[in-house]
């Protein structure tokens, strides 16, 4: 029931923002379309999968694509929200786990991952040296900790 009532909000609030970003000009890029961005998939560690449930995130994300078409949208945006994208399965689904302590580890071992990922369009596409700087350090940084996450993950995942 829990997992129902979350995935379920999780979804409203996800169609939302959708709805909200076609109202304000922007639109979603489904992740399986359209950037000439890396499509790889965030990956949580198999403990945090596994910690998680059984749940199929996969057709959840089917369904989401569906919302978030970006057609007609620069090539930017499509990067930045294809990049975005690749993040909320994983941590939705890392947020199905009940010890705080692993659904805190696991869900920002995503969340570090999407920052990469958008960081990684910044230096492909943006034109601002600070602002390239920036995500080059951003990368560094998150990248460190996933490291760290991931080896706190396999020291204590059960």
Do not use: Y
């Given at each position: 029931m829990?997992?129902t009532?979350?995935l ?12 909200t970003?076609?109202?304000s ?11 000439s ?9 198999e403990?945090?999968?596994k910690?998680a ?17 970006g ?21 939705m ?10 659904a805190?580890?696991c ?12 960081a ?24 460190k ?14």
């Amino acid at each position: 029931m829990r997992k129902t009532l979350i995935l379920s909000a999780a979804l409203t609030t996800l169609a939302f923002g959708a709805a909200t970003a076609q109202e304000s000009g922007s639109s979603m890029q489904n992740h399986s379309g359209g950037s000439s961005m890396s499509q790889e998939q965030v990956q949580l560690p198999e403990a945090c999968t596994k910690a998680a449930g059984s749940m199929d995130m996969s057709s959840m994300s089917g369904a989401m694509g569906g919302m978030m078409s970006g057609e007609g949208k620069s090539e930017v945006v499509k990067a930045n929200m294809d990049a975005m994208m690749k993040m909320h399965m994983p941590m939705m689904q890392a947020m199905m786990i009940e010890d705080p302590d692993l659904a805190f580890n696991c869900g920002m071992i995503a969340h570090h991952q999407g920052a990469i990922a958008m960081a990684e369009v910044e230096l492909k596409m943006g034109k601002d040296e600070e602002s390239k700087k920036m995500a080059q350090k951003i990368i560094d940084d998150q990248k460190k900790e996933i490291e760290e996450m991931t080896a706190w993950v396999s020291e204590h995942a059960g």
